[in-house]
C-alpha cells in the first residue's frame, strides 16, 4: 500500500480523474511522478499512443506546488497548485490517425472537468488560469491552472526566552528564563545558532556572568514543540 500525503493524493487524483473520463480515452494521459519520460510524450504526439492508439496530443498532470496565502496566519496557510500541461501537434492531431481534438479542445475539456473538484479533503479546488506555453516548433500547449486552499494545523512553540538584563556590562549576572514548563535553555556566546546540537552551545542551568564583552544568543527547546525563537542580548 502506498502511503501519500495530501498534496501527492491531490496530483494523483487529478490524473485518475482525466483518465476515467471518457473524452480522454484515445489521448495520452500521464503524471509526472509516474516518471514520465520526455521520449514517451514525443512518442504520444507522432507515432505511438498505449491509450486508443490515436497520436498527436498528450495530456500531463505536473507536480502539484505551494504558495503561501497568508504567511501570518498559524499553520501558515496557503494554495496547493494542481498545474495540467496539454500538448499537441497540430499537423499530426489533426491526422487520420490523431485524435482529431485540438489542444484548446482538450485544455477546455480539462477545465470543466476539474473546476469545482472536490476530492473528500473538505476543500474545493477551482479554475485559475489557462496560459499558452511555447514548446518545441510545430507544437502547441496550453497549461490549466487549479488552486485549493490548505492549512497546517500549527505546531507548538516553545516560549521565547527573557534574557534579564538584556544589556549592559559583561560582568554583571545574567538569567535566563522561559515561561514553557520543561524547556531546556541554550545560549552561545561566540554568534552561532544556539542549539543542543551545537557544540559551542552551552545549557542554561543557573545565572552567570560572561568574562568577555560578548553577543548572547539563547533558544529553548522542549520535546513535541518547535524551538523559540533566538533571543539576542549584548553586552560590553
Do not use: W
Request: net charge negative; charged share 15%; aromatic share 8%.
Amino acid at each position: 500500500m502506498i502511503v501519500r500525503d495530501q498534496i501527492e493524493q491531490d496530483q494523483e487524483d487529478f490524473y485518475q480523474r482525466i483518465l476515467a473520463d471518457p473524452y480522454f480515452a484515445s489521448i495520452f494521459v500521464s503524471a509526472e511522478h509516474k516518471g514520465v519520460t520526455q521520449s514517451e510524450i514525443d512518442q504520444a504526439l507522432s507515432v505511438l499512443n498505449p491509450r486508443g492508439g490515436k497520436v498527436g496530443a498528450a495530456v500531463l498532470v505536473l507536480m502539484a506546488t505551494l504558495v503561501g496565502d497568508s504567511p501570518n496566519a498559524p499553520g501558515p496557510r496557503s494554495k496547493v497548485r494542481i498545474d495540467v500541461q496539454v500538448i499537441d501537434h497540430p499537423n499530426i492531431n489533426l491526422s487520420p490517425d490523431g485524435t482529431g481534438k485540438s489542444c484548446s479542445q482538450i485544455a477546455e475539456q480539462v477545465r470543466m472537468l476539474n473546476h469545482l473538484f472536490r476530492n473528500g479533503n473538505g476543500t474545493v479546488f477551482t479554475f485559475a488560469a489557462q496560459q499558452p506555453v511555447k514548446l518545441a516548433d510545430g507544437q502547441t500547449c496550453f497549461v490549466v491552472s487549479f488552486e485549493r486552499l490548505a492549512g497546517d494545523s500549527p505546531i507548538p512553540k516553545v516560549a521565547n526566552i527573557v534574557a534579564n538584563p538584556s544589556s549592559g556590562a559583561f560582568s554583571q549576572t545574567i538569567t535566563l528564563t522561559c515561561a514553557t514548563a520543561g524547556a531546556s535553555i541554550y545560549y552561545t556566546t561566540d554568534g552561532s545558532y544556539p542549539s543542543s546540537l551545537n557544540p559551542a552551545a552551552t545549557k542554561y542551568l543557573a545565572p552567570f556572568s560572561l568574562d568577555e564583552a560578548a553577543t548572547l544568543r539563547a533558544a529553548a527547546e522542549c520535546v513535541g514543540c518547535r524551538q523559540s525563537d533566538v533571543t539576542r542580548a549584548s553586552f560590553t
